[in-house]
């Protein structure tokens, strides 16, 4: 640990800053988005999206969690809310009598059908109108990296769990 910098160059404290704002100001106006047109805060859309991308429409709650990088507890009231509209379906796992599946519903479909062009729209408009292919590529590819370094050593409530072996 001793061969930590002592301070950020201004080159590393401009792009954090940056990273910081753009992040904000792009949740912000997502969550708008998702609030205006499906009533979704933004966990609840990662989940529902999560899931209708699942060939099945179903997934673990655990791995939904991991994936979400959202504590598991509040993923359950998340989706605890969900299934209280009708958009999810939660249920014991016929694999794992301690793990419960939720399943996107029809009506969770049709919210997301709602949603996705405002969606779309949004994040385009807002992270990538401004930015040459060559630019999106760049980014894709630097963010790639930081994304799976910190996703190498998740927060403790997103590591995900070893399965047993049955």
């Known amino acids: 640990m001793d061969d930590l910098p002592a301070s950020l160059t201004p080159v590393q404290l401009?792009?954090?800053?940056a990273f910081t704002d753009?992040?904000?100001l792009l949740r912000h106006s997502v969550e708008k988005q998702l609030r205006d047109a499906g009533q979704?805060?933004?966990v609840q859309f990662q989940l529902?999206?999560?899931?209708?991308?699942s060939p099945d429409g179903r997934q673990r709650m655990t791995d939904l969690a991991d994936g979400v990088v959202y504590s598991r507890s509040g993923l359950t009231y998340q989706a605890q809310l969900l299934d209280q509209r009708g958009l999810v379906s939660r249920s014991p796992s016929p694999d794992d009598e301690?793990?419960?599946v939720v399943t996107i519903t029809a009506a969770g479909r049709e919210v997301l059908?709602?949603?996705f062009p405002g969606h779309i729209a949004a994040v385009h408009g807002l992270l990538f109108a401004s930015l040459t292919d060559a630019d999106v590529a760049d980014l894709s590819r630097?963010?790639?990296k930081v994304r799976d370094q910190l996703r190498a050593t998740p927060p403790r409530s997103s590591t995900p769990r070893r399965?047993?072996?049955?």
């Open 14 to 17: 401009d792009t954090y800053f």
């Open 22 to 24: 753009v992040g904000s």
């Open 40 to 42: 979704l805060s933004y």
């Open 48 to 53: 529902l999206a999560r899931l209708g991308d």
């Open 98 to 100: 301690r793990s419960t």
């Open 113 to 115: 059908a709602a949603v």
């Open 142 to 144: 630097v963010l790639g």
């Open 163 to 166: 399965r047993r072996e049955q």
